[in-house]
């Protein structure tokens, strides 16, 4: 697995981000059953400015978000509930790209009583899922998702990030 990391907030190199986002891609695309060396993946580790702009000019929402991702291809599945298509391996293994805040993560962080790396690991997790074609725009969307990443970090060793 290679994810291709751009910090541009050196809290996050502090936060050993590199290390957890290639673990948390690399049990995800393992999970579904692709070869995690055959993939890359672009990582902006930014700060909640630099989201809320992103944010604005790709989804319309001027406010920061923890977690963006943007898929090289669509493969959204025909309807709710149903798994997307795997990508074949090729010439252009690029999946997608992926921004994560610092503020947002450590803010969600400290509220859930969750440790920032287990939380960081979950939205890498989240996001990769998206660059797969995973949503949860509907109950039978999120259901499917939501499940996924629950099995993905309990294999990992971390506690389901929906339960109590």
Known sequence: MSVDVIIEDDRWQ?????????????????????????????????????????????????????????????????????????????????????AIAYDTCLREAEDGGKPLADHVTHLIVHAVLHLLGYDHENDPDAALMEGLETEILGKMGLPDPYGE
């Open 14 to 98: 502090e936060a050993g981000l590199e290390a957890s986002a290639e673990a948390a891609a690399a049990a995800a695309l393992a999970h579904l059953g692709l070869e995690p060396e055959e993939w890359e993946v672009s990582l902006l580790a930014c700060d909640d400015a630099r989201i809320a702009t992103l944010n604005a000019e790709f989804r319309g929402k001027p406010t920061p978000t923890n977690v963006l991702s943007w898929p090289s291809e669509e493969r959204a599945p025909d309807a709710p509930g149903q798994r997307p298509d795997l990508p074949l391996p090729g010439p252009d293994p690029e999946l997608g790209d992926i």
